[in-house]
């Protein structure tokens, strides 16, 4: 294969500030589900890795990984135990083994709710890896809207350098553009520094088209990453809807010349899946895509999976999920 | 590489399929092969051939070159075995294919490494495409076998099929010949193409392993000449050939006036047509699927872009981005989006078409990737800045080129589309529902894709109008391919001419019988008339055959949109007004009257011949129509002068056919009598068309001509001149004695085509 084109790699990704609201854009959005769909099955035989470029990848998706806690039983005792899992991701013994120490590989962020950010951001201090709090009357997105900015201006004082928030799903269903084009960039200037990533709730819109609208209108309303879910939803990130989203990034793009990333979230467990979507984000933007500052994967239990792959990389035999330490 | 440097690259890295068993297997047969007849293997001959991987050159094993002797083995092998083979029934020749299948099933892999090792294709590809087609085929023809007594009561085999399949598909093709032809009872000699001979052999494996009867299935192995010695071969019943319009046309010609049965599977340069209101990113991922599937050698490769202007500058980027993540490489790594060219013969053809574009003017666009010298490879490759007239718009490239042309209108979209002498197969994007089925309708080819590509399944039938070939595969459709329909039985009496009887006046003035051409009373080109029982008849020429084709061509596409129920309305009209005018006309009151009933016959059809929703497993709906074939033309038997030509026009234009009538050379009286009432009848200018002559030289100049799509020949003694000459563009020929008229659904057969349309669900 050719050298890869790592000329991005030399210079930050520049924040997307947003644009006007285009309407005309908007409004001649096509998507064609069943074709979407072959696109979506057919992807993951056309690609694969294996061996150490499968260790390679699989370490790629933990450093892309948002840690997740989102119970509401969550204590500050569980949030301590998954940021000590964030740091150490993987045993050091296995990291050993396979020759990855150098790479120092860690979660891309830790995600919990508000009331957690103080606790998480105090556990993190100086692994540079940041909290992600859900925001914005996370996950219905129906509290006041003044509350809601509110949310995420504490959440942000409290020391989150990444707010995930909900857009209003009745915004999309009944085509009010201009209304969560405004409900975003609000969003977005309450963020202040930190980053914004916008839930669609895609499980919840209904068409792949009105996915594909939603994805638009929240970059130009200044989205720095589209999601796919909550997580609470009854259909979470699948294939289909990530092309879908990752499609109107790369139009965004060409559009606009600014990088939208990209995070898939809930129902993602294995390390397949991962690799599934490394894969497609690859395939389908190119590889500034496939780092953290561009991609995430929104994920609680999949970490283990990965775990136990590495393993099985690391000495050939199959592993078992007590192997490994909790988060 | 390290998994530190990986980690920074991001590169997929080598991902191979191992070829080991497929090796083992070769060895074990110690690389060289015999061939498969009545049962056994043959010792493997001197006379034989290397086959090789494309991938990287190198032979694979060491094939037998069959000979006369081994065809005639073979063939004789599968006429002893054929009447044992129906007469065990339906269901136990359903187990069989059922065990094939389930074989097929088993051994998946193995069939899919050797496919690819011996056709260079992708292992993506035979492992999930190609294998998985195969054994759905013998599935769903299984269940023909079992059904077909209820299914298709009183059909019965053709006998021993001839078949002879390309290098493209070569298992798949394999299984789309033989298990019709096993399933409705026949047995066959099949020849794999000289360049992928191997799955086929170890296809004969299965054969032996499941306990097929001897003879049902033989495999021969050899290049054209082989293919010629079964072509023309005296006990073969019925040739299959998939492969060149070139080799499809020595085909016809070598088969012309035997009696063979022919169904041809030929090329193609179809299209891929793009509107404005596409989901675009999805039908660039479509053209990797048409044009990048299989290096681009499929006959039915949607190699021809049509894309909207309003869009064409932003597709055509977003296109070129799309290529340059396409993987060209060693096929049997399983992240390889491209794998080998064929053959180093195919790679030139390639090669030199391409820099031909470009001399003609074309743009060429080529992804930077990598592209091995190891084996035959050749790059995506994109020509934009072609017109119509470019050579590379008009032929088949058959290898991984894309030509990209633009339209303005819907209008424009379907000239360009159906500016081709092929008509296989097309592809339509549009979100407009409306749209896509007025396209759809519009295209002249035997499947069109609507927001899809390349769909095959067994149970919708796959074949080509024009230039691509005719009969069908897979469905119904293709059924009738490998059985023939019940002898009618109730026979028609043949009717002679009326002599005159004394009640009839003697004729008081000079009578002028001229040519019926565009709706009018034509006098002859030549000037010339021919004498028969006393009275003058025009003498039609090739000039008079000429101005009829272009009469009927430019009737024909308005007399097909209108709706089934005005088409039949004329018909009835003619019959009631053929009614009124008993006394006048020279036919025995007999035959007059079987002629009204035909009409009625016919007219009775005009909204009843309808197509059917196959159940394709795929979701939507894979529906198909009955077209008309466009312009018919019938040369028609000395006896029965009126029934016959009341028969054919009743077949034709109830499908919405215009046709051209040649009557009866002994009789042309009631013919010449026919052009008032048809005047009268409401029947629009040029559907009808009516030349007296000589039938040979009329039929000559018919089935020379190319802007006639179909020639009927029920005149026994110019049946195989009719079917040599129509090799020229292959247009569907019918050469038999005059079919008994009652037995309609035969007649409509022969007057359409059958086009098969995907449209996939989902919002």
């Keep these: 294969m050719s050298a890869p084109d790592i000329a991005h790699l030399l210079r930050p990704t520049e924040r997307n500030p947003g644009i006007p609201l285009d309407l005309d854009w908007v409004n001649s959005i096509r998507v064609n589900r069943s074709a979407v769909e072959r696109r979506a099955a057919t992807l993951p035989g056309r690609r694969t890795v294996k061996k150490q470029w499968q260790a390679a990848w699989l370490l790629r998706a933990i450093t892309c990984m948002d840690l997740t806690t989102l119970g509401g039983d969550d204590t500050p005792g569980t949030v301590q135990r998954l940021c000590a899992k964030a740091i150490q991701p993987v045993r050091r013994d296995l990291i050993e083994a396979i020759g990855a120490q150098s790479l120092e590989v860690k979660v891309g962020a830790v995600c919990v709710y508000h009331e957690m950010v103080s606790t998480a951001v105090r556990c993190l201090q100086g692994t540079g890896i940041p909290v992600a709090a859900v925001a914005a009357g996370f996950p219905h997105g129906l509290s006041p809207f003044k509350q809601r900015v509110e949310e995420i201006k504490a959440s942000v004082e409290s020391g989150a350098r990444e707010i995930d928030i909900v857009i209003t799903r009745a915004h999309v269903l009944n085509n009010e553009w201009r209304a969560l084009y405004d409900e975003v960039a609000a969003f977005r200037e309450a963020c202040g520094e930190a980053h914004l990533k916008t839930i669609l709730a895609t499980g919840e819109l209904g068409t792949l088209r009105n996915v594909q609208r939603a994805s638009v209108i929240a970059m130009m309303a200044g989205a720095d990453f589209i999601k796919t879910s909550t997580g609470k939803e009854s259909v979470n990130a699948t294939i289909p809807v990530g092309l879908v989203m990752v499609r109107a990034i790369r139009e965004y793009f060409d559009r606009t010349g600014y990088r939208v990333g990209y995070k898939p979230a809930g129902g993602i467990r294995t390390a397949k899946q991962s690799l599934d979507w490394l894969i497609l984000m690859k395939e389908e933007l190119g590889d500034p895509w496939v780092r953290n500052d561009l991609f995430r994967i929104g994920a609680s239990t999949l970490l283990a999976d990965i775990e136990r792959q590495l393993e099985h990389y690391a000495t050939g035999r199959y592993s078992a999920f007590n192997r490994h330490p909790m988060g | ?763």
């Design chain 2, 1 to 763: 590489m390290s998994i530190t440097e990986i980690f920074d690259s991001m590169e997929y890295g080598p991902a191979p399929e191992t070829a080991s068993p497929a090796i083992q297997w070769l060895e074990s047969h110690g690389r060289q092969f015999g061939m498969f007849i009545a049962g056994e293997w043959t010792q493997p001959s001197a006379d034989s051939f290397q086959t090789y991987n494309p991938a990287n050159k190198q032979p694979l094993a060491r094939v037998s070159q069959a000979g006369s002797p081994e065809i005639d083995h073979a063939v004789e092998a599968a006429r002893a075995a054929q009447p044992v083979w129906f007469q065990m029934g339906g269901h136990r020749r359903a187990a069989f294919l059922y065990a094939i299948a389930r074989q097929i099933q088993k051994h998946a892999r193995l069939f899919a490494v050797l496919e690819t090792l011996d056709n260079g294709k992708p292992i993506r590809e035979t492992r999930d495409i190609d294998i998985p087609l195969v054994s759905r085929h013998f599935y769903h023809h299984a269940g023909w076998a079992q059904v077909m007594d209820r299914e298709l009561p009183g059909y019965e085999p053709i006998g021993v099929c001839g078949q002879i399949i390309p290098w493209n598909f070569p298992l798949l093709m394999l299984s789309w010949k033989i298990a019709p032809a096993l399933a409705m009872g026949n047995t066959v000699v099949l020849k794999p193409a000289e360049f992928t001979p191997l799955t086929a052999l170890l296809f004969a494996e299965i054969c032996v392993q499941i306990g097929l009867p001897r003879g049902v299935v033989n495999i021969v192995t050899g290049d054209g000449e082989s293919g010629r010695l079964i072509v023309e071969h005296p006990d073969v019943d019925k040739i299959a050939f998939t492969g060149s319009t070139e080799v499809g046309r020595m085909i016809r010609k070598a088969t012309a006036g035997t009696g063979k049965k022919l169904s041809l599977e030929l090329g193609g340069k179809s299209p891929y047509v793009v509107f404005e209101d596409a989901d675009q990113d999805s039908a660039i991922e479509g053209l990797v699927d048409a044009i990048w599937f299989n290096q681009g050698q499929v006959c039915c490769a949607g190699s021809r872009l049509l894309v909207q202007e309003s869009i064409a500058t932003r597709f055509l980027e977003k296109l070129k981005l799309r290529m340059s993540t396409l993987r060209v490489g060693d096929p049997l790594d399983k992240s390889v989006d491209i794998g080998a060219i064929i053959e180093r013969i195919q790679l030139e053809r390639i090669q030199s078409l391409v820099a031909q574009g470009v001399a003609e003017g074309a743009e060429m666009y080529q992804p930077s990737g990598p592209c091995p010298t190891s084996g035959w490879f050749y790059p995506p490759t994109l020509l934009s800045n072609v017109g119509p007239a470019s050579t590379v718009a008009q032929v088949e490239i058959f290898g991984p080129v894309l030509v990209a042309m633009t339209f303005r209108t819907p209008a424009e979209a379907v000239a360009l589309a159906n500016n081709t002498p092929y008509g296989l197969a097309s592809s339509v994007w549009t979100e407009n529902l409306a749209l896509a089925h007025d396209i759809a309708a519009k295209i002249k080819a035997g499947t069109v894709w609507v927001n899809c590509t390349n769909q095959f399944d067994a149970a919708s039938g796959f074949g080509g109008y024009r230039e691509s070939g005719f009969g069908r595969e897979g469905g119904r459709e293709g059924l009738l391919e490998y059985a023939k329909p019940p002898t009618p039985t109730t026979q028609t009496s043949t009717f002679d001419a009326r002599s005159s009887t004394p009640n009839d006046p003697p004729p008081t003035l000079d009578t002028t019988h001229k040519l019926y051409i565009g709706g009018k009373q034509a006098r002859p080109d030549g000037g010339y008339s021919i004498q028969v029982a006393g009275q003058e008849f025009a003498l039609a020429n090739r000039k008079d055959v000429r101005n009829a084709v272009e009469a009927a061509a430019t009737a024909q596409a308005a007399w097909a949109g209108q709706s089934g129920h005005l088409r039949a309305q004329v018909l009835y009209y003619l019959a009631e007004n053929l009614e009124n005018t008993r006394g006048s006309l020279s036919v025995s009151p007999e035959e007059l009257s079987l002629g009204i009933q035909t009409l009625f016959d016919f007219a009775a059809m005009a909204d009843k011949f309808d197509g059917q929703v196959h159940g394709t497993p795929f979701k939507g709906v894979t529906y198909t129509l009955n077209e008309p074939i466009g312009v018919v033309s019938a040369v028609l038997p000395d006896q029965s002068a009126l029934l016959a030509l009341l028969s054919a026009i009743g077949a034709a234009i109830a499908m919405g056919n215009a046709i051209i009538a040649i009557p009866s050379r002994a009789n042309p009286l009631p013919a010449a009598q026919l052009y008032r009432i048809l005047e009268a009848s409401d029947v629009p200018a040029g559907v009808v068309n009516i030349l007296t002559g000589e039938p040979a030289e009329l039929a000559a100049v018919l089935a020379d001509h190319d802007g006639v799509d179909a020639i009927w020949c029920f005149r026994e003694d110019l049946g195989g001149e009719v079917e040599s000459r129509s090799a020229g563009n292959l247009k569907q020929t019918w050469a038999t004695t005059l079919p008994v008229p009652s037995d309609v659904r035969t007649w409509l057969r022969h007057s359409t085509q059958v086009k098969n349309v995907w449209i996939p669900m989902g919002e």
